[in-house]
């Protein structure tokens, strides 16, 4: 199997995490989900930093987000599929 460009660790997330540096949009991305060690794949549409957040689906303003399987914060801004997802436009629910 080829090198990920993303992580993601449950089939649940919307979400995955990048884990290579130097991710510049247009990018065909290959990830792994670990639980089930199947293969995603996502075009970059951003330039995406390594530990960032990276769109697996379409994002509305208000949707949860999941990561680990778990509810992590919900979207403050949208973001397509393969788009960047960070403090930007991803809020905790907490605050």
Same mark, same amino acid.
């Given at each position: 199997?080829?090198?990920?460009?993303?992580?993601?660790?449950?089939?649940?997330?919307?979400? @995955?995490?990048?884990?290579? +540096?130097?991710?510049?949009?247009?990018?065909?991305?290959?990830?792994?989900?670990? +639980?089930?060690?199947? +293969?995603?794949?996502?075009?970059? &549409?951003?330039?995406?930093?390594? @530990?960032?957040?990276?769109?697996?689906?379409?994002?509305?303003?208000?949707?949860?987000?999941?990561?680990? @399987?778990?509810?992590?914060? &919900?979207?403050?801004?949208?973001?397509?599929? @393969?788009?960047?997802?960070?403090?930007?436009?991803?809020?905790?629910? &907490?605050?």
């Amino acid at each position: 199997m080829p090198t990920p460009h993303f992580l993601v660790h449950s089939p649940k997330d919307n979400v @995955g995490v990048v884990v290579v +540096e130097g991710l510049t949009a247009g990018t065909p991305m290959m990830g792994v989900i670990t +639980e089930t060690d199947s +293969e995603v794949s996502v075009t970059a &549409r951003d330039d995406i930093p390594i @530990g960032h957040k990276v769109a697996l689906t379409d994002l509305k303003e208000g949707d949860t987000i999941i990561k680990y @399987g778990e509810d992590i914060g &919900r979207m403050v801004g949208d973001a397509k599929t @393969g788009e960047h997802v960070h403090t930007h436009n991803l809020k905790t629910k &907490r605050w």
